[in-house]
């Protein structure tokens, strides 16, 4: 269905090509899971199959690329339309019309479906995604997640026999995910779709895939393979592979079932074993206060009565369901917002009663869209402007950029760097002021596994020294990693907020990986268990 032969692809003014002597063969009706380190080309190689590099982003393909037959150089995009699906990392830019309903037909009306079979698809569309109750609403209107759901629904209304997805469940909560694998699931089985995905929150999605093509570094050829082959030499691994390869198991196992059923004896050497400490006591100064917390946006209550304190040193992960007012808690906090009713203050400040150039100083927030911060024309200038923003020595800047993610090249232009990059830069840009208080939606999304521990290595030096840190997310590995306390919303209201060993081991959608495979003993992380079993000096 998809072939690769030598397929190499350089962009223009690169001194190297992105991809290098891919070769692949991927049959009908399989699952073919893209893995690797940010920045190794993974967009690009799927880019290549939609027939957007080269005829979109430019840059010379060599080599072949055939889809259902169709040689991807000589058709175009709209050309592959009625073969290849593709779901970008960024949503909103594959929306064309205003309403979930419009947007799940546009893409049938432009390739002629009958009216009858377009209004089935929707219908059988908005079940299967869970969109029902969004049919009517703006598109400008969602969660991210829901937003990502959307772009993937109006993929599906098509029936295309190949989908190509760039982290389809990055801004997805748990349950989300799980749905909208499901419905992948379905049609690889079911229908014969031939689904290739990049992902980097392996943990959801490894056990699914058919095969895996591990892209381990730029520039060097793919190798591909069964996902326990690739999953015992990939530099990026979900936990439940950690596990195994600190326990020693073999095969590797991919799922929490599987490793469940090998933990038995592990779990006898750690019933000896302390159980990690609880969190340090944050400082008791608050630095972050809501009380009764109302906001409406249109007729909609989107936050009723939040209460929600956050002290000096402490990280509070916020999490729930996509919708759940997560975002419009971060941004009233950070003054873009008014409340309707309750108070709220922010590094000793009353966020929307505050001058920005003051509150910049105070409170820092690094939105969903990492782009909505961003506006100069390369890297560098970026920094540069930060720098003189937040009145901090040159280059400042930019050594926090290298610290998330080394490889992010000065001279481009921040729209044409991948998801990571983006957020490691927006990311730096908040850090260089160092603001007591740090907010951040979906941090995580677009990172690897390294990239994200690099990232939880920054946050936990900002908690050291006095920061207050709130982060809305998904990851619940993140959360495990990170957070002091987690508070779970649901449809605008508090219904969970205590320490996260307490609140995420008793959930069974927000418990991480380690934690359902050892439950019901306390360990959260792979670090916490290989700590726990080194041997005493």
Same mark, same amino acid.
């Given at each position: 269905?998809?072939?690769? $032969?030598?397929?190499?692809?350089?962009?223009?003014?690169?001194?190297?090509?992105?991809?290098?002597?891919?070769?692949?063969?991927?049959?009908?009706? $399989?699952?073919?899971?893209?893995?690797?380190?940010?920045?190794?080309?993974?967009?690009?190689?799927?880019?290549?199959?939609?027939?957007?590099?080269?005829?979109?982003?430019?840059?010379?393909?060599?080599?072949?690329?055939?889809?259902?037959?169709?040689?991807?150089?000589?058709?175009?995009?709209?050309?592959?339309?009625?073969?290849?699906?593709?779901?970008?990392?960024?949503?909103?830019?594959?929306?064309?019309?205003?309403?979930?309903?419009?947007?799940?037909?546009?893409?049938?009306?432009?390739?002629?479906?009958?009216?009858?079979?377009?209004?089935?698809?929707?219908?059988?569309?908005?079940?299967?995604?869970?969109?029902?109750?969004?049919?009517?609403?703006?598109?400008?209107?969602?969660?991210?997640?829901?937003?990502?759901?959307?772009?993937?629904?109006?993929?599906?209304? +098509?029936?295309?026999?190949?989908?190509?997805?760039?982290?389809?469940?990055?801004?997805?909560?748990?349950?989300?995910?799980?749905?909208?694998?499901?419905?992948?699931?379905?049609?690889?089985?079911?229908?014969?779709?031939?689904?290739?995905?990049?992902?980097?929150?392996?943990?959801?999605?490894?056990?699914?895939?058919?095969?895996?093509?591990?892209?381990?570094?730029?520039?060097?050829?793919?190798?591909?393979?069964?996902?326990?082959?690739?999953?015992? +030499?990939?530099?990026?691994?979900?936990?439940?592979?950690?596990?195994?390869?600190?326990?020693?198991?073999?095969?590797?196992?991919?799922?929490?079932?599987?490793?469940?059923?090998?933990?038995?004896?592990?779990?006898?050497?750690?019933?000896?074993?302390?159980?990690?400490?609880?969190?340090?006591?944050?400082?008791?100064?608050?630095?972050?206060?809501?009380?009764?917390?109302?906001?409406?946006?249109?007729?909609?209550?989107?936050?009723?009565? +939040?209460?929600?304190?956050?002290?000096?040193?402490?990280?509070?992960?916020?999490?729930?369901?996509?919708?759940?007012?997560?975002?419009?808690?971060?941004?009233?906090?950070?003054?873009?917002?008014?409340?309707?009713?309750?108070?709220?203050?922010?590094?000793?400040?009353?966020?929307?009663?505050?001058?920005?150039? $003051?509150?910049?100083?105070?409170?820092?927030?690094?939105?969903?869209?990492?782009?909505?911060?961003?506006?100069?024309?390369?890297?560098?200038?970026?920094?540069?402007?930060?720098?003189?923003?937040?009145?901090?020595?040159?280059?400042?800047?930019?050594?926090?950029?290298?610290?998330?993610?080394?490889?992010?090249?000065?001279?481009?232009?921040?729209?044409?760097?991948?998801?990571?990059?983006?957020?490691?830069?927006?990311?730096? +840009?908040?850090?260089?002021?160092?603001?007591?208080?740090?907010?951040?939606?979906?941090?995580?999304?677009?990172?690897?596994?390294?990239?994200?521990?690099?990232?939880?290595?920054?946050?936990?030096?900002?908690?050291?020294?006095?920061?207050?840190?709130?982060?809305?997310?998904?990851?619940?590995?993140?959360?495990?990693?990170?957070?002091?306390?987690?508070?779970?919303?649901?449809?605008?209201?508090?219904?969970?907020?205590?320490?996260?060993?307490?609140?995420?081991?008793?959930?069974?959608?927000?418990?991480?990986?380690?934690?359902?495979?050892?439950?019901?003993?306390?360990?959260?992380?792979?670090?916490?268990?290989?700590?726990?079993?080194?041997?005493?000096?």
């Amino acid at each position: 269905m998809i072939r690769f $032969e030598d397929v190499s692809v350089t962009y223009e003014g690169a001194a190297e090509p992105a991809v290098r002597g891919v070769g692949l063969d991927i049959p009908e009706g $399989e699952l073919c899971l893209v893995v690797g380190p940010s920045g190794v080309g993974k967009s690009t190689l799927l880019g290549a199959v939609s027939g957007l590099v080269p005829h979109f982003t430019g840059g010379l393909l060599r080599g072949r690329v055939t889809v259902a037959g169709r040689d991807t150089r000589t058709h175009r995009p709209r050309e592959l339309a009625d073969v290849v699906g593709t779901v970008g990392q960024d949503p909103l830019s594959h929306f064309v019309t205003d309403t979930v309903e419009d947007e799940l037909a546009y893409g049938m009306e432009s390739l002629g479906v009958p009216p009858e079979t377009m209004r089935r698809r929707v219908e059988e569309t908005l079940d299967l995604l869970g969109l029902t109750e969004l049919r009517d609403r703006p598109t400008a209107s969602l969660s991210g997640g829901q937003q990502q759901r959307v772009a993937i629904g109006s993929v599906l209304t +098509v029936h295309p026999r190949v989908l190509v997805l760039d982290e389809p469940t990055s801004a997805l909560d748990p349950g989300a995910a799980e749905e909208v694998l499901a419905v992948l699931q379905r049609l690889v089985h079911d229908l014969g779709t031939t689904v290739l995905m990049a992902e980097h929150r392996l943990e959801r999605v490894v056990q699914y895939a058919d095969q895996v093509v591990l892209m381990a570094a730029p520039g060097v050829p793919p190798v591909t393979g069964t996902p326990a082959e690739m999953m015992a +030499v990939s530099p990026v691994h979900p936990p439940v592979v950690g596990l195994g390869r600190l326990a020693g198991w073999s095969p590797l196992p991919l799922s929490v079932r599987d490793a469940r059923r090998r933990a038995g004896a592990l779990r006898e050497r750690l019933a000896a074993c302390a159980p990690p400490p609880p969190a340090a006591a944050p400082d008791p100064e608050p630095l972050v206060r809501a009380q009764r917390l109302v906001v409406r946006r249109g007729r909609a209550e989107v936050l009723r009565g +939040v209460d929600l304190t956050v002290r000096a040193g402490e990280t509070v992960a916020l999490m729930g369901r996509n919708g759940a007012g997560k975002s419009t808690l971060l941004s009233t906090l950070v003054g873009l917002h008014n409340p309707s009713g309750g108070t709220v203050e922010t590094g000793g400040a009353v966020p929307h009663r505050t001058r920005p150039a $003051e509150l910049v100083r105070r409170v820092g927030l690094v939105p969903q869209e990492p782009r909505d911060l961003l506006y100069a024309d390369t890297v560098t200038a970026e920094c540069a402007a930060a720098d003189g923003d937040a009145g901090a020595a040159p280059g400042t800047c930019r050594a926090l950029v290298a610290g998330l993610l080394p490889g992010v090249p000065d001279d481009a232009h921040p729209r044409d760097l991948s998801e990571g990059q983006r957020l490691a830069l927006a990311l730096a +840009v908040v850090l260089t002021a160092r603001p007591p208080v740090l907010l951040l939606d979906e941090p995580t999304r677009g990172l690897d596994y390294a990239a994200k521990s690099r990232l939880v290595t920054q946050l936990r030096e900002l908690a050291a020294d006095g920061h207050a840190i709130v982060l809305a997310t998904h990851d619940v590995e993140l959360a495990a990693e990170l957070a002091h306390r987690v508070v779970i919303l649901a449809d605008g209201e508090v219904v969970a907020d205590g320490p996260a060993t307490e609140v995420v081991v008793s959930s069974p959608a927000f418990a991480p990986q380690v934690a359902k495979i050892l439950a019901p003993a306390p360990w959260l992380t792979v670090s916490q268990v290989a700590k726990a079993l080194e041997p005493a000096s």
